[in-house]
């Protein structure tokens, strides 16, 4: 992941934006951020794979759980 590094050039660019341009500029920033984090995530299936690492958790308790999780990320609205 490319480090964000706040230099002159660019304070300078910012200072000078007006309100929308400024809202689009951070806009972009924190998509790209997110863009950025989403990667690290893990897949559904590796997950599913590691959670039935777990000793005693079996097949029908690992989907109970990713059933639970996916119910989670519905009601944040992903």
């Known amino acids: 992941m490319k480090e964000f590094t706040l230099n002159r ?9 007006d309100h929308h ?3 689009e500029f951070f806009k972009d920033a924190f998509m ?3 863009a950025e984090g989403k990667k690290l995530l893990l897949p559904k ?6 959670i ?3 000793k005693g958790v079996g097949e029908k308790k690992a ?8 119910q989670a990320e519905k009601r944040k609205g992903r």
């Open 9 to 17: 050039k660019v304070y300078e660019k910012v200072r000078k934006m």
């Open 21 to 23: 341009t400024m809202a």
């Open 32 to 34: 790209r951020g997110y």
């Open 45 to 50: 299936d590796e997950m599913k794979t590691a």
């Open 52 to 54: 039935m690492g777990v």
């Open 63 to 70: 989907v109970d759980i990713m059933q639970a999780i996916d």
